[in-house]
């Protein structure tokens, strides 16, 4: 079936580093790919998408590319701050389908 | 425009009792999304609904949970009894139609049962 397999967490960085959070997806077909965000007490809120392959969502200095040969959708940010700490959410879904699938979700922290 | 409106946003309540959790959708919206997060479990879809009608209840865990959607603009997730293993933060979210990528959130009702 389908399904969103992301790297687990809590990821720990420092202001300013490098971020990679790996999600990997199991699908048939064509879905389209997310990264929703959920801040401390909130709902979750979407970050980025991207519809097709080789597509690049791009947000708030955030980016993430559709790559279809290794079927992943990494989620990057160059330098993070202490303000992107929250769990990130990968997901998938199909145009057709009403449902969104959601991997685990990775809790990230950034200390200052 | 209002987002997804959730109520209450915290409750304590005593094993046993009946939790009646509400949600009204972002107007027009025409599916509605019952999520339950856990640490445990991470997000989990209970229920969704298109145009007021139950279309997969398959994520609901039991048949102490029920869940409503008498109007377009109101759906209700009920447990009765209520046990400690459900205390978990439950999330409304709605959509326009399918083939619309993004769904909204609500902030969460946080339940904890004691």
């Known amino acids: 079936g389908n399904s969103v397999t992301q790297m687990e967490g809590p990821v720990t960085l420092s202001e300013e580093a490098f971020l990679t959070i790996n999600c990997t997806y199991t699908?048939?077909?064509?879905?389209?790919l997310f990264w929703y965000v959920q801040y401390p007490g909130e709902g979750l809120q979407l970050l980025l998408k991207?519809?097709?392959?080789?597509d690049k969502g791009s947000n708030k200095g955030f980016e993430a590319t559709y790559r279809k040969e290794t079927t992943s959708f990494h989620l990057e940010k160059g330098s993070v701050q202490v303000s992107d700490s929250a769990v990130y959410f990968c997901?998938?879904?199909?145009?057709?389908?009403?449902?969104?699938?959601f991997g685990s979700g990775t809790r990230l922290s950034i200390r200052p | 425009d209002a987002g997804v409106i959730q109520s209450p946003r915290h409750e304590v309540t005593e094993m046993g009792q009946e939790v009646t959790l509400r949600c009204k959708p972002i107007?027009?919206?025409?599916?509605l999304f019952w999520y339950r997060q856990t640490m445990m479990r991470g997000l989990e879809l209970l229920i969704y609904?298109?145009?007021?009608?139950?279309?997969?209840d398959s994520g609901m865990p039991e048949d102490r949970f029920s869940a409503k959607m008498p109007n377009a603009s109101f759906s209700t997730l009920k447990i009765q009894p209520s046990e400690p293993r459900d205390s978990a933060v439950y999330f409304c979210?709605?959509?326009?139609?399918?083939?619309?990528?993004?769904?909204?959130f609500g902030e969460g009702s946080w339940l904890t049962v004691v």
């Open positions: 997901a998938l879904k199909y145009s057709s389908a009403s449902k969104i699938i």
């Open positions: 609904f298109n145009n007021n009608v139950p279309i997969d």
């Open positions: 979210a709605s959509s326009f139609t399918a083939l619309e990528d993004t769904i909204y």
């Open positions: 699908a048939t077909g064509y879905p389209s």
């Open positions: 991207a519809t097709k392959a080789d």
């Open positions: 107007s027009g919206h025409d599916y």
